[in-house]
């Protein structure tokens, strides 16, 4: 029995042997790695790119995440007026997978690639930045905001390019300015708001005056067109008065002409009482009995 035993041994031991060997001989990279293989500390220059690899069983691994990422920061920004405003950065960036080997040689791990490069360049571009800002307030400006991530995206990309990491974006998410900053930026706003209130107030009374002005401007004009059409009135029955009394002038029975179609007139109402005093007068007055009433 012992002598069996003693013979399975080392079969169990060879198959062993050869399943280890087997699984070392194989290695499988995951989507969105690359693996980068070393030889008892010699770096392959070739990274393993992702899916099934026949590889030396003595090879070590490392494995480096190609995808991308965003690396969140948050600084003090001194602008050139010596405040500091609280901002919160995020870079959206990845390693360059055919780099990888290279990061493994110079640098180490990603983490200590982003650790060593991307970390200490950001943070001096975001102190740099604020050179470039005249006052705090002036991050409420959107093209300062345009103007400063375009700026650290370029100076990121050229920086970090050849240290095997690609900078695709850099964004400002927030800001915080000092107290003392926003309480004068709401003073300013407060003092903005009534200047547009008392600005509409003024528009309002402009435009009312020039609508008063429009009103008594027609009104005087159809004043003036009345006052005309009264002289022409007035003018007409001068003109008629003077012709009448013209042909009176040149025509005594003119009148008692008109005296006697009153009384004709006159004598049609049955309620008129018509008396003639001096009848040989050429001009017969008629008068109506107005006091006494009709029977």
Known sequence: MESNLNKVIPVVVVIGLLIFGATRCVKVI?????????????????????????????????????????????????????????????VQYRLIGGMAPGIRNDTGTAEQALEVHLVPNLRSLIRESGKTIQRAEDFFNDTTHQRLETMMTASLQETLQSKGIAVEEVLIRDFRLPEVILRQVEQKKVKEQEAEREKAELDRIKIEAQQK????????????????????????????????????????AYIQLQSLEALKAISKDPASKVYFLDGDSPAPLPLMNLGESPR
């Open 213 to 252: 002005f429009v009103q008594a401007e027609a009104e005087r004009q159809a004043a003036e067109e009345r006052a005309k059409q009264v002289k022409i009135l007035a003018d007409a029955q001068a003109y008629e008065i003077q012709h009448i009394n013209a042909a009176i002038a040149e025509n005594p």
């Open 30 to 90: 995951p989507a969105g790695h690359v693996g980068v293989a070393d030889l008892f500390g010699k770096v392959k220059t070739e990274p393993y790119n992702p899916g099934f690899h026949v590889v030396n069983p003595l090879l070590s691994w490392q494995l480096y995440d190609v995808k991308q990422k965003s690396h969140y920061e948050t600084a003090n920004v001194p602008s050139q007026d010596q405040q500091n405003t609280e901002v919160d950065i995020s």
